[in-house]
């Protein structure tokens, strides 16, 4: 069994997995959160415009910062976060379980833990 060393295991304290990791920039992956067929951010132009964006696929994502951020992220990682569309975010974000192996890989992506060998 994996062990590690906490900052702090706790979603309102990290947003590791909103933001792409540098790697995947890296190798090319714009797109990192894709949109759902009957996610309900889908029926609501408004947040769209906000914070959808159109793949080269023609399918939606969420629209990210230049530094790979999902725009619906408030405060810096690691520190206080937030997501402004929290109620309507899409499919990928919600299957994201605090804690599982999933988690603890985007927050070492994000140097936010280690894992103790
Ligand atoms: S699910 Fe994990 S990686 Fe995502 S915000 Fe919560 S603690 Fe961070
Ligand atoms: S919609 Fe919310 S939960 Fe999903 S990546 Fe963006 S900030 Fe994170």
Redesign the pocket.
Known sequence: MARYTDIRLDCQFC?A??KNSTANQAEGYVDY?PMEKGDAILQKPELMRR?GVLGKGGAWY?ALTSEGR?K??RGALGGRVR????HY??SP?RRVQLGTELCRRYRRDHGLETEVR
Do not use: D, K
Request: hydrophobic residues 30%.
């Open positions: 947003g997995c909103c959160v914070y969420l999902c619906a992220l997501c402004e569309i929290y975010r899409p974000c």
